[in-house]
């Protein structure tokens, strides 16, 4: 099992930064393959970005303006997210699988998930 608390969501205008982290517990953190999602009003949830022990992926939507990194040391994965848009807005999640330990994708069927926190920006 591993327990996912995620933190740093708020509300920010257009333009400005936010990041998100995203606390981990329960197993040994870097046999995990880490991910952020998000799901707005009225829409699936989708996927943002995702960290092996070595790679990143990133939706072409945030490519370019959104860096997921880890800490292993801290157990610790943190989505820093730049020159947000309106469409950004969404409830912003993090999940771990080990069988992303060494690969990464647009994948969306990660076996522990967090809580959720929500992002909104206002233009």
């Known amino acids: 099992q591993v327990q996912l608390v995620e933190s740093g969501g708020g509300l920010v205008q257009a333009g400005g930064s936010l990041r998100l982290s995203c606390a981990a517990s329960?197993?040994?953190?870097?046999?995990?393959?880490l991910g952020w999602f998000r799901q707005a009003p009225g829409k699936e949830r989708e996927f943002v970005a995702a960290?092996?022990?070595?790679?990143?992926y990133y939706a072409d939507s945030v490519k370019g303006r959104f860096t997921i990194s880890r800490d292993n040391a801290k157990n610790t994965l943190y989505l820093r997210m730049n020159v947000l848009k309106p469409e950004d807005t969404a409830v912003y999640y993090c999940?771990?699988?080990?069988?992303?330990?060494?690969?990464?994708?647009?994948?969306?069927?990660?076996?522990?998930w967090g809580q959720g926190t929500q992002v909104t920006v206002s233009s």
């Open positions: 999940a771990a699988d080990r069988r992303y330990m060494l690969v990464t994708g647009p994948y969306l069927d990660y076996a522990y």
């Open positions: 329960g197993r040994t953190f870097t046999n995990y393959g």
């Open positions: 960290i092996s022990r070595t790679n990143t």
